[in-house]
């Protein structure tokens, strides 16, 4: 799984690289104030310790000198001899001239040529492992006496990362990234629900509305998609008490024709007649199944899916239809009894109709629901109707799922039918979150495949 095509996982990780980049630009300038701090530290104690020598040195008898330079503590300071009056002529470093101002004009400081590696006691490396040189000053005590003076550098290397630091590092990395991941979850879980609300919209119009809470902004949008679903349930309530309105009251007019047509003395108009009505007559129980697919008020429950297929092929059997029912027991679904009884009856009798005979199975598989289903596996029960007909040809496949819709070919009006039943059996299957999906066997014949969610 992609952590980052889920909106959830973008924010988690633009939130997490954020502030640790944020957390990262913070240390790197605290980390440089500190250095730039004790670097100044350092110069400022470096040139208190030059004027205490220089100093000392001054006000002693030059023959005590050399005795006080063994004895004294160096403290990063290396201290010869010049030769009186010698002088570099090279133009004053910085630190060269804070070492002149602290001293005064008494005291005469000029900077020597960078020491040697030789010359300088210590071996100073740099981030990039390059020897940092020593400061080489010359200064003229009041006798005359000119020293020369080698002093540690100022700036020292870094120190070395300390295993503390890295578990502080690793704790702070650990808490940002816990923190970062709740406020992601927190933000995208509204979004999430709603998403979710609005795949379960397609399968169930009469769904629970969605709580209105969170953020203002959420409790909008949570508000429009209410109305919108509300609006939505309306219009198909309208469409279908509409459709249901006509389809029943052109019964009792269809009833008075028929009565009249058993008047009628001409036997061979009379029997054209009487299948015309019949034909209408089945078009209107057909409307009425169909607005009862749009909009079923029947609760739903748990079922037995071996046992309704096999109660639904023995009523088959009875009819007269070849039908063979063989699957195993144990998979039970939550449905809408009679819906459910309806689409599988309308499959079988489709297969019978134009396939002569229905052979239905059942088996079960692991699927992987879509993405806004969170990606959670769930176990699909499909109920496999083969039959022996022509089959249907894949560019017919999903335009035999539209309302009225029929074919001149192989399945052509005088075999009888609508064009609602596949419409009809769509419509339940969706309601129940499953599927209906067709496959041309071979050499012939016809696979319809009505998946379903196990409970």
Not at 4 to 23: D, E, K, Y
Not at 205 to 221: F, H, K, T, Y
Request: hydrophobic share 40%; glycine share 6%.
């Amino acid at each position: 799984m992609n952590i980052l095509a889920s909106m959830w996982g973008r924010v988690f990780a633009l939130l997490l690289l954020g502030v640790m980049i944020t957390a990262g630009l913070t240390s790197w300038l605290a980390l440089g104030e500190r250095e730039k701090t004790l670097s100044q530290f350092r110069e400022t104690h470096s040139i208190d310790r030059v004027e205490q020598l220089v100093r000392a040195l001054d006000v002693l008898p030059t023959q005590n000198r050399a005795q006080f330079l063994a004895t004294a503590p160096r403290l990063g300071l290396q201290v010869t001899k010049l030769t009186t009056g010698s002088s570099s002529g090279l133009p004053r470093t910085e630190y060269a001239r804070a070492v002149s101002e602290r001293l005064g004009k008494n005291f005469r400081v000029f900077s020597l040529a960078e020491a040697s590696e030789e010359s300088c006691p210590y071996d100073l490396r740099d981030k990039q492992k390059r020897r940092v040189q020593c400061e080489a000053l010359g200064i003229t005590l009041n006798d005359g006496t000119t020293l020369k003076l080698v002093v540690m550098p100022p700036r020292t290397p870094a120190p070395p990362v300390r295993q503390d630091f890295i578990q502080y590092v690793i704790i702070l990395i650990i808490s940002i990234g816990i923190l970062a991941y709740l406020i992601a979850r927190m933000t995208m879980r509204p979004l999430q629900q709603m998403a979710a609300a609005a795949s379960a919209l397609g399968q169930d119009i009469n769904r629970p509305a969605l709580n209105e809470q969170g953020g203002s902004e959420i409790r909008q949008a949570t508000r429009a998609f209410n109305a919108m679903q509300a609006q939505i349930r309306q219009h198909i309530a309208q469409r279908t008490h509409m459709l249901a309105a006509i389809t029943h009251d052109l019964q009792t007019p269809l009833t008075r024709l028929r009565l009249r047509l058993e008047k009628v003395q001409d036997a061979d108009l009379k029997d054209r007649l009487i299948g015309d009505l019949s034909a209408m007559q089945m078009m209107i129980r057909e409307g009425l199944d169909l607005a009862r697919s749009m909009d079923s008020q029947e609760q739903r429950s748990v079922l037995d899916l071996h046992s309704l297929l096999d109660s639904v092929c023995t009523d088959a059997t009875d009819a007269g239809q070849d039908v063979r029912f063989n699957g195993k027991p144990g998979y039970i679904v939550l449905a809408r009894p009679q819906a459910l009884r309806r689409c599988l009856t309308n499959l079988i009798d489709n297969a019978v109709k134009y396939g002569h005979y229905a052979e239905v199975s059942l088996e079960d598989s692991q699927l992987q629901n879509q993405p806004h289903q969170n990606l959670h596996m769930a176990r699909m029960v499909h109920v496999l109707i083969r039959d022996g007909g022509p089959g249907i040809p894949e560019d017919y496949q999903q335009q035999v799922f539209e309302p009225f819709f029929r074919m001149e070919t192989s399945r052509s009006r005088d075999s009888g039918g609508t064009g609602l039943g596949m419409t009809i059996a769509q419509n339940i299957a969706q309601q129940h979150q499953g599927t209906v999906q067709l496959r041309n066997l071979s050499p012939q014949g016809l696979e319809v495949r009505l998946s379903l969610p196990l409970q």
